[in-house]
């Protein structure tokens, strides 16, 4: 027995609508479609079952009537070959589905093609799921939607919620879980600082209204040693954030979490994520984000690592003054405004002062800064089996077993100071966010690195401008110092000097890391050498210089690679690859790059570089099913990477909800700088360097050319060397009509590629 489905246009809400309204409100508040056709029906044999026709208006705006539930198992079962309930280009599938249109009441169906346009349709329906929709009626716009325009969207009105917590009694469940506790009490925990009366007192009494919860509340003692941190590692917690007292009592300070399984606030993430939340206007919780740092500083003596208990003795790269004023310039221009920013730039001189000048990090010889925490122990928060090969020579010599060596070592009855050294260096790692890297390989305590002491130029210089500029030289630290613009203008005068002496290196045009302790620069090449533009502490002939010398050797197909191939060495089943190391490449390196050759007029390769990485992003996001991952393989193009800790964000059914913190960001920042027809081949995943194909010509050595050779047939391992039939998505304009009022859609098919020495596909192909 047929149905009809009445649709009017009060019903009608817009198509690209937040899932909260799509699958709540109009067609799909749930007393539109009285009855529904079945979905068994519309695939009988009497079911009228076509594709377009040419006859047919193409610009018409189709609605598909879909049974969520059985649409979704049909879907799977068909098209997810590989049992990832995912929809992407290795899938064997026919890339072909037969939906029912709403006009007709589900009777008259049309083909859906491509892998593209399948994957949308399995997110679309997961997201239904969730709402609850057992039957909606779909826009086709929302299956055929530039890939661009979807995943920044998508950012927009999803991810960033999906990445928000809060520490209130309403979310205690979810943010204490701790996927990187390997202790054997996992009840959750909360550490409270010790002049923090109101959180304790707040906590306390969650645990005694939720008992279910089992919550543990600690309150900290007021000295925070490295005997102390190590001496609650077997029993972990999340560390108490700032709370603000509301009319219903007291609230915490949301944040953004990285994603995965970072599920609680890290130190040099936040700073991405920050500005990323600020282009979508996201600004009350970018400055809640600040808040939660300064926080932090107060309570904890530093912007942590992350909070978690096993982070307390480490910190990560600091940006507070800059992420301050960013959050300062998009605030209402008054007195709280500025009362707010002299609090937060009070508490980034405290963290200066008292963690990144002092020793041990400051190096008194060369006066620059390194990466250096206190820490005692083996860091428990990694894999239980990472360090086993560290341990085993020492374990074999004492005649134990690794474990028992591994808790020997930490309880202090087996001493070696060879592994002290050795985890002396593992923490510095850690404080560097570079995790794991040969660059900083069993010595990264000792440098000087032109990460971080670049930021604490900026640091000097922003505080410089902000106390002159915004606070007439009227400033004082939160000790009542008074501090004057004069005073740390010099200090970034004088660690300009120390960098050009120490880190720049004017034949090979680059700078280098420092080894304080061998008194003697490092030969690893790294892209964070672009820092010293983003701090504008490079003059303009060493920017130039670094541009013409060093850009080639990190720009590949995909982005800029984290550090060159030579750098890294040869990679062996001894000598496994690390994740910061060639051919990776992180949001964090593209954005400050982009940013540095903005600093110095040379907009054209900021915006070349940034087509090159969300072209990476999009490609990714086209041909796996919507995925936005931790990192990408800029060589290979690829986010299947064979590496320690894998790739964080890739492991998701149906849909991602989250994607990952500063990739998001770097995809909403990327596109500011894009002009219109850069976007329009972004949308259509036009290749990079097909798109530039005559800067390519004109810039390129033979050795460049090589490297690009290398990567076409790098790329190649996705398939298994061509080995495995795979669909790639081809994306094409539709024509449109100039009477239409919906905007240019896209047309998403599915080619199929076998031999193993095809050509590389044309422009408007995605490649693998």
């Given at each position: 027995?047929?149905?009809?489905?009445?649709?009017?246009?009060?019903?009608?809400?817009?198509?690209?609508?937040?899932?909260?309204?799509?699958?709540?409100?109009?067609?799909?508040?749930?007393?539109?479609?009285?009855?529904?056709?079945?979905?068994?029906?519309?695939?009988?044999?009497?079911?009228?079952?076509?594709?377009?026709?040419?006859?047919?208006?193409?610009?018409?705006?189709?609605?598909?009537?879909?049974?969520?539930?059985?649409?979704?198992?049909?879907?799977?079962?068909?098209?997810?070959?590989?049992?990832?309930?995912?929809?992407?280009?290795?899938?064997?599938?026919?890339?072909?589905?037969?939906?029912?249109?709403?006009?007709?009441?589900?009777?008259?169906?049309?083909?859906?093609?491509?892998?593209?346009?399948?994957?949308?349709?399995?997110?679309?329906?997961?997201?239904?799921?969730?709402?609850?929709?057992?039957?909606?009626?779909?826009?086709?716009?929302?299956?055929?939607?530039?890939?661009?325009?979807?995943?920044?969207?998508?950012?927009?009105?999803?991810?960033?919620?999906?990445?928000?917590?809060?520490?209130?009694?309403?979310?205690?469940?979810?943010?204490?879980?701790?996927?990187?506790?390997?202790?054997?009490?996992?009840?959750?925990?909360?550490?409270?600082?010790?002049?923090?009366?109101?959180?304790?007192?707040?906590?306390?009494?969650?645990?005694?209204?939720?008992?279910?919860?089992?919550?543990?509340?600690?309150?900290?003692?007021?000295?925070?040693?490295?005997?102390?941190?190590?001496?609650?590692?077997?029993?972990?917690?999340?560390?108490?954030?700032?709370?603000?007292?509301?009319?219903?009592?007291?609230?915490?300070?949301?944040?953004?979490?990285?994603?995965?399984?970072?599920?609680?606030?890290?130190?040099?993430?936040?700073?991405?994520?920050?500005?990323?939340?600020?282009?979508?206007?996201?600004?009350?919780?970018?400055?809640?984000?600040?808040?939660?740092?300064?926080?932090?500083?107060?309570?904890?003596?530093?912007?942590?690592?992350?909070?978690?208990?096993?982070?307390?003795?480490?910190?990560?790269?600091?940006?507070?003054?800059?992420?301050?004023?960013?959050?300062?310039?998009?605030?209402?221009?008054?007195?709280?405004?500025?009362?707010?920013?002299?609090?937060?730039?009070?508490?980034?001189?405290?963290?200066?002062?008292?963690?990144?000048?002092?020793?041990?990090?400051?190096?008194?010889?060369?006066?620059?800064?390194?990466?250096?925490?206190?820490?005692?122990?083996?860091?428990?928060?990694?894999?239980?089996?990472?360090?086993?090969?560290?341990?085993?020579?020492?374990?074999?010599?004492?005649?134990?077993?690794?474990?028992?060596?591994?808790?020997?070592?930490?309880?202090?009855?087996?001493?070696?100071?060879?592994?002290?050294?050795?985890?002396?260096?593992?923490?510095?790692?850690?404080?560097?966010?570079?995790?794991?890297?040969?660059?900083?390989?069993?010595?990264?305590?000792?440098?000087a690195t032109i990460d971080l002491n670049t930021l604490l130029y900026k640091y000097e210089t922003d505080l410089a401008?902000?106390?002159?500029?915004?606070?007439?030289?009227?400033?004082?630290?939160?000790?009542?110092?008074?501090?004057?613009?004069?005073?740390?203008?010099?200090?970034?005068?004088?660690?300009?000097?120390?960098?050009d002496k120490y880190l720049w290196n004017e034949e090979k045009g680059m700078y280098y890391d420092y080894d304080t302790?061998?008194?003697?620069?490092?030969?690893?090449?790294?892209?964070?050498?672009?820092?010293?533009?983003?701090?504008?502490?490079?003059?303009?002939?060493?920017?130039?210089?670094?541009?013409?010398?060093?850009?080639?050797?990190?720009?590949?197909?995909?982005?800029?690679?984290?550090?060159?191939?030579?750098?890294?060495?040869?990679?062996?089943?001894?000598?496994?690859?690390?994740?910061?190391?060639?051919?990776?490449?992180?949001?964090?390196?593209?954005?400050?790059?982009?940013?540095?050759?903005?600093?110095?007029?040379?907009?054209?390769?900021?915006?070349?570089?940034?087509?090159?990485?969300?072209?990476?992003?999009?490609?990714?996001?086209?041909?796996?099913?919507?995925?936005?991952?931790?990192?990408?393989?800029?060589?290979?193009?690829?986010?299947?990477?064979?590496?320690?800790?894998?790739?964080?964000?890739?492991?998701?059914?149906?849909?991602?909800?989250?994607?990952?913190?500063?990739?998001?960001?770097?995809?909403?920042?990327?596109?500011?700088?894009?002009?219109?027809?850069?976007?329009?081949?972004?949308?259509?995943?036009?290749?990079?360097?097909?798109?530039?194909?005559?800067?390519?010509?004109?810039?390129?050595?033979?050795?460049?050319?090589?490297?690009?050779?290398?990567?076409?047939?790098?790329?190649?391992?996705?398939?298994?060397?061509?080995?495995?039939?795979?669909?790639?998505?081809?994306?094409?304009?539709?024509?449109?009509?100039?009477?239409?009022?919906?905007?240019?859609?896209?047309?998403?098919?599915?080619?199929?590629?076998?031999?193993?020495?095809?050509?590389?596909?044309?422009?408007?192909?995605?490649?693998?």
């Amino acid at each position: 027995m047929q149905s009809t489905v009445h649709i009017t246009a009060q019903q009608e809400v817009d198509v690209l609508a937040p899932a909260s309204e799509y699958y709540t409100t109009g067609n799909n508040s749930g007393a539109v479609t009285s009855r529904l056709k079945t979905f068994q029906d519309r695939h009988s044999a009497d079911a009228f079952r076509r594709r377009r026709a040419s006859h047919d208006d193409k610009n018409k705006a189709q609605k598909f009537l879909l049974d969520v539930k059985e649409t979704l198992r049909v879907l799977v079962e068909q098209e997810d070959t590989d049992g990832d309930f995912q929809i992407t280009v290795n899938d064997l599938g026919p890339k072909t589905f037969t939906v029912g249109t709403a006009d007709s009441g589900g009777y008259r169906t049309i083909d859906l093609r491509g892998t593209y346009v399948l994957s949308n349709l399995l997110q679309e329906l997961a997201i239904a799921k969730d709402f609850g929709r057992k039957h909606i009626v779909l826009d086709e716009a929302r299956l055929n939607e530039n890939p661009v325009d979807r995943l920044s969207r998508m950012i927009r009105n999803h991810f960033w919620d999906g990445l928000t917590r809060r520490m209130d009694a309403e979310a205690m469940e979810i943010i204490c879980k701790d996927p990187k506790n390997r202790s054997a009490n996992t009840n959750p925990r909360i550490y409270v600082s010790p002049s923090d009366d109101d959180a304790f007192n707040y906590y306390k009494e969650v645990a005694e209204h939720r008992p279910h919860l089992q919550l543990e509340v600690v309150r900290l003692p007021e000295t925070l040693t490295a005997e102390f941190v190590q001496s609650i590692n077997e029993r972990p917690g999340i560390l108490a954030l700032a709370m603000k007292r509301t009319e219903y009592g007291l609230r915490s300070v949301p944040f953004v979490v990285p994603g995965g399984r970072f599920n609680e606030m890290y130190g040099w993430d936040s700073y991405f994520i920050a500005l990323g939340l600020l282009i979508d206007g996201r600004v009350d919780l970018a400055q809640s984000m600040v808040d939660n740092f300064v926080y932090q500083i107060q309570h904890y003596g530093k912007i942590l690592n992350a909070n978690r208990s096993y982070y307390l003795s480490r910190s990560q790269p600091p940006f507070l003054t800059d992420m301050a004023l960013r959050v300062y310039d998009k605030l209402p221009s008054n007195e709280e405004s500025k009362e707010w920013l002299r609090v937060s730039l009070q508490a980034a001189i405290r963290e200066y002062n008292t963690v990144w000048v002092a020793e041990p990090r400051l190096d008194p010889k060369t006066g620059l800064s390194r990466f250096r925490p206190a820490g005692k122990g083996i860091p428990p928060e990694t894999e239980a089996s990472h360090f086993d090969h560290v341990i085993h020579p020492y374990a074999q010599r004492a005649d134990m077993s690794v474990e028992e060596y591994m808790r020997a070592y930490n309880e202090g009855t087996v001493e070696e100071p060879e592994l002290d050294e050795y985890f002396l260096h593992d923490r510095a790692v850690r404080e560097s966010g570079h995790d794991t890297t040969y660059r900083y390989e069993k010595r990264c305590a000792n440098l000087a690195t032109i990460d971080l002491n670049t930021l604490l130029y900026k640091y000097e210089t922003d505080l410089a401008d902000a106390i002159r500029d915004i606070f007439d030289d009227d400033f004082a630290d939160d000790q009542g110092e008074p501090q004057l613009a004069s005073d740390w203008n010099q200090r970034a005068v004088e660690r300009r000097q120390r960098i050009d002496k120490y880190l720049w290196n004017e034949e090979k045009g680059m700078y280098y890391d420092y080894d304080t302790v061998k008194e003697e620069q490092s030969t690893y090449e790294s892209v964070t050498a672009f820092w010293a533009m983003w701090a504008q502490c490079a003059s303009m002939e060493q920017a130039q210089r670094l541009t013409e010398v060093s850009l080639h050797k990190f720009e590949e197909l995909g982005g800029l690679v984290s550090g060159t191939e030579e750098s890294r060495g040869i990679i062996s089943l001894d000598r496994p690859n690390r994740q910061w190391d060639f051919p990776f490449g992180w949001a964090p390196h593209q954005i400050m790059a982009w940013r540095g050759f903005e600093n110095y007029d040379m907009p054209e390769i900021a915006r070349r570089l940034a087509y090159r990485w969300l072209y990476t992003i999009t490609k990714s996001f086209v041909d796996f099913n919507g995925v936005v991952p931790e990192k990408y393989d800029v060589v290979s193009l690829t986010h299947q990477v064979q590496v320690e800790y894998g790739n964080v964000g890739v492991d998701f059914k149906y849909v991602t909800r989250e994607g990952f913190g500063w990739m998001n960001a770097s995809y909403q920042l990327g596109l500011q700088l894009l002009n219109t027809q850069m976007r329009r081949a972004l949308g259509m995943v036009t290749d990079p360097d097909t798109f530039f194909e005559k800067v390519i010509e004109r810039q390129s050595t033979d050795a460049h050319r090589r490297r690009r050779k290398s990567s076409i047939a790098a790329a190649k391992k996705i398939t298994q060397n061509g080995q495995i039939i795979a669909a790639i998505t081809k994306i094409t304009p539709k024509p449109s009509s100039s009477t239409s009022s919906m905007p240019p859609s896209l047309k998403f098919t599915d080619i199929l590629t076998q031999e193993p020495d095809s050509p590389v596909p044309s422009a408007s192909t995605s490649s693998l």
